[in-house]
C-alpha cells in the first residue's frame, strides 16, 4: 500500500501515522528524511523484502517531489508506484498545504494508494474528549491541562498519553494526576512574564521567575527563549505590516506556524518600540554573560527590576 499525507497540521499527520503503523514493531518500520536521504534508497528500500518480518512500513519525510517544486528520479518513483511491493506500506509525507495533483505521481497514488490532507485546524479541546471518552474527566480538570501544557496538539497528545499510561487501571482523571504527571511548558508562562516585564508588575515577574527557577528551568535558557520570544514577536509584526501570511511568515523565519500564530496574537499587545527595545536589553545580557560581566544566576533578576 502507499500513502501520500500532507498539510499544515503536524499533529494530525502524526496520528495517522500511528495509525497506520500500530500493528508493526520497531523492527519493521524505517524513517527516511528526503532531506538528507536519496529517493534511491527509500525506493530500494521499498522493493527489498525483510529478513525479520513479512511486513514493513517506510517512511519518506519531506517527499517534495509531489509539490509543485522540481525535482529528480520521478521515472524511478513513477516506475515503483506502477509496482508496489506487496509487502511493504510506503508513506510519503509532505508538510505543506498544497501537492501538485497534476503531476503523474501524484495521480499515480491517488490511482492505486490513498491521499490524506491534514489543513483543518484541530480544536484542543475535541483532542482531550475524544483521548479521554472512557475517562472520567470534568471541565475544570480538561481546563487545567490545557493551562499546563497549551493547544499544541502534538504536546496535548503527548502529555494524554502519559496520563493514560500512568492511570490504566483507574478510569477518573483528577487535577492531582495533571499536576503530578504533566510536565508544565516554560513557553505558556512566557508570555505572562513578558506581560509582567512590559507592564512593570515587577513583583510578579520575579514571582514567576522563581517558579520557573523551582521548575529546574535554567535562566540562561529563560533568557534564550524570552529574547527569542521577544524577536518573533517583532519579526512577525514587521512581516504582517509587509503583508505577509503566517505562513508566510513561517516560512520566512522557518518556524513552525503555530509560533507565528501566538507571536502575532501576544505581539498585538506591544508596540514595535517596546518590543525592539526588551530585544536590545536581552541583547546586552547575553553578551554580559558570555563576556563574564554579568552572573547569568542574577541577570535575568537585573533585568526585571530595572525596566
Avoid at 477518573?172 to 516585564?197: R, S, V
Amino acid at each position: 500500500m502507499v500513502y501520500l499525507l500532507y498539510g499544515t497540521k503536524d499533529f494530525g499527520i502524526f496520528d495517522e501515522i500511528k495509525k497506520l503503523t500500530k500493528n508493526y514493531d520497531e523492527l519493521s518500520i524505517t524513517k527516511y528524511d528526503l532531506n538528507i536521504s536519496l529517493i534511491q534508497d527509500v525506493i530500494s528500500d521499498a522493493q527489498t523484502y525483510s529478513f525479520f518480518t513479512d511486513k514493513k512500513v517506510i517512511i519518506a519525510d519531506n517527499a517534495v517531489m509531489f509539490t509543485p517544486s522540481s525535482s529528480k528520479d520521478i521515472e524511478l518513483i513513477e516506475d515503483y508506484l506502477n509496482h508496489v511491493n506487496p509487502n511493504t506500506t510506503l508513506i510519503f509525507v509532505v508538510h505543506g498545504e498544497k501537492i501538485d495533483s497534476r503531476k503523474k505521481i501524484t495521480k499515480l497514488i491517488k490511482k492505486i494508494g490513498t491521499i490524506k490532507e491534514f489543513n483543518e485546524e484541530l480544536n484542543p479541546l475535541n483532542i482531550i474528549k475524544e483521548s479521554f471518552k472512557d475517562y472520567n474527566i470534568d471541565q475544570k480538570t480538561i481546563n487545567l491541562l490545557l493551562e499546563r501544557v497549551g493547544n499544541n496538539p502534538l504536546i496535548i497528545k503527548n502529555e494524554i498519553e502519559k496520563i493514560k499510561l500512568y492511570k490504566s487501571d483507574d478510569k477518573t482523571i483528577t487535577a492531582n494526576d495533571i499536576i503530578n504527571i504533566t510536565t508544565k511548558k516554560i513557553d505558556i508562562d512566557i508570555f505572562k512574564l513578558i506581560d509582567y516585564i512590559v507592564v512593570k508588575n515587577k513583583e510578579k515577574a520575579l514571582e514567576l521567575y522563581e517558579e520557573m527557577l523551582k521548575m529546574n528551568e535554567e535562566p540562561i535558557k529563560i533568557i534564550v527563549i524570552l529574547s527569542n520570544q521577544f524577536r518573533i514577536m517583532y519579526q512577525s509584526k514587521e512581516l504582517l505590516k509587509k503583508g505577509y501570511s503566517e505562513k508566510d511568515i513561517a516560512n520566512t523565519l522557518k518556524i513552525h506556524p503555530y509560533r507565528v500564530k501566538l507571536a502575532i496574537q501576544n505581539g498585538r499587545n506591544y508596540s514595535n518600540k517596546t518590543l525592539l527595545k526588551y530585544l536590545n536589553s536581552l541583547a546586552d545580557i547575553d553578551i554580559g554573560i558570555k563576556t563574564g560581566t554579568l552572573n547569568k544566576d542574577t541577570a535575568l533578576e537585573l533585568f526585571i527590576l530595572k525596566n
